[in-house]
């Protein structure tokens, strides 16, 4: 594995791979790996010659208020990871080097992401858009793998690809959970141990939620209300939003219609956890 | 010549364009190409394999009030100056073909698109830089032709493509000019006569401000004094602005220091030009 710093040098690996003829998938992460990483890292192994993983805390997704300050940094166990997991490139830039002085350039997708995290993270997914493009264009990948925890994200870059036009197939893989069902975060190690066990609520309402929308509730307003007492009951969270969604453009919904997301975030003291599960109605 | 109109085929013949080790060459047009943009393909044609023509009158970098609607569109006699310069593809996009329904996305460079034809212009680089982006990732050139008549453009372009990391080579060609000198532009034909016997003071303004610059007057604000005394005892020609910027940040100078340009934009009737000189002092 090769761990690599500056854009000129991963920049010379990929265009020897794309000579000779490789196949490139990339998973793009803020770093401190999970088990929902490790899941798009064997998918992108299983799928394409070459796997490039980038792992860079991005200060443009980050809000002044935010966590950018305490956002779990580990080289050394990722790059542990990483290897066992045969990435074959890790590119981890610096800051200075994704943003050198005089940077001016911003990718934006408009309508939806000022919805829900945009919303709550005014300027974050113009961060996201912005880092995932360049990205994009410096490691050239034919598949591009995003985590469906992140579900808003990944239909925000889905919808940034597709306008302007890169040429890269976007995977959107199942959410990874631990065993009572909380989503693998990286967030999730800010918890105390009563809010550890207070989030996993967080899921548990979720699918209760679907079991609903089977049984024929088609309803926003019942089922998001139905959520927020759940979540209410359950402890300390504290919600941001809960909505149910189009799959692909992320507008609220009041009637669920075939394929519906219910999306939500909670805070739990200082972190702020997000979850969500498809229906079809 | 193969004139192509979908983006889907283009990608095809770029593919195997690339795979046989092709370098490409990209002109991007709004059409009504005239001895400016022969220019640029007749260099564009030296030094590459491949050489693409788009031509697309990009409704998103035309104001509400502008000349999108009459705008000249002849692509019979494009596509016959394209063949003779030897163009190998030409792309013909239609609007719905670059924005199909559902389109969000755009690229903005921020800080020197707010000034001069930034700011007379409101939102036109945003249509240039989106469009643009949009035509490196569809086309995939090694290096990209611009012209240094659109100077406040080519230099937010080639922003944009350090800024995001497009592989692209962006070459700024000199401006081609009539034989009074005035400079090569699609617009001149909106002119009148008499209006085009006036604005032939715009770069016989700006040559004698070199003169100036060059005999050791480096006061911005008496060499702009100059410029717009000529331009208005010259006839009607109605002044948006004359500034002296730094030639790549284009922030506005005070006093004239190293790599300067001369930049001014006049109206004559409902016809805007604009023109540019680099002085160096």
Redesign the interface.
């Known amino acids: 594995m090769r761990v690599v710093r500056s854009?000129r040098s991963i920049?010379q690996l990929i265009r020897k791979a794309k000579s000779a003829g490789k196949t490139i998938g990339f998973v793009p992460t803020m770093g401190a790996l999970h088990d929902g990483h490790r899941s798009l890292l064997r998918r992108c192994h299983r799928e394409n010659d070459l796997v490039v993983l980038s792992i860079f805390v991005n200060p443009k997704q980050f809000g002044p208020e935010e966590d950018f300050g305490k956002y779990p940094r580990r080289e050394q166990a990722d790059k542990k990871l990483a290897k066992k997991e045969k990435v074959d490139i890790m590119f981890v830039p610096t800051a200075e080097e994704m943003y050198p002085e005089?940077?001016?350039?911003?990718?934006?997708?408009?309508?939806?992401t000022h919805v829900l995290c945009g919303k709550s993270r005014p300027g974050h997914f113009r961060g996201v858009?912005?880092v995932v493009?360049?990205l994009l264009?410096?490691v050239?990948p034919d598949v591009l793998y995003l985590g469906q925890k992140d579900a808003q994200q990944a239909a925000v870059v889905t919808?940034?690809a597709r306008?302007?036009?890169?040429?890269v197939i976007v995977k959107i893989c199942p959410t990874v959970r631990e065993a009572d069902g909380l989503a693998m975060s990286s967030r999730n190690e800010y918890l105390t141990v009563s809010q550890r066990k207070e989030a996993k609520v967080l899921y548990r309402s979720l699918r209760e939620a679907r079991q609903n929308v089977t049984a024929g509730n088609h309803s926003a307003m019942a089922i998001i209300s139905k959520i927020r007492s759940r979540i209410t009951r359950a402890g300390s969270g504290r919600i941001d939003y809960i909505e149910c969604v189009d799959a692909d453009?992320f507008t609220p919904l009041k009637r669920i219609q075939g394929k519906t997301m219910i999306v939500l975030a909670v805070w739990f003291g200082k972190t702020r956890l997000i979850d969500n599960i498809i229906v079809h109605a």
Do not use: A, C, H
């Open positions: 854009v920049q005089g940077y001016l350039t911003y990718i934006e997708v408009e309508r939806m858009t912005t493009g360049k264009n410096i050239m919808r940034m306008d302007l036009n890169f040429s453009t």
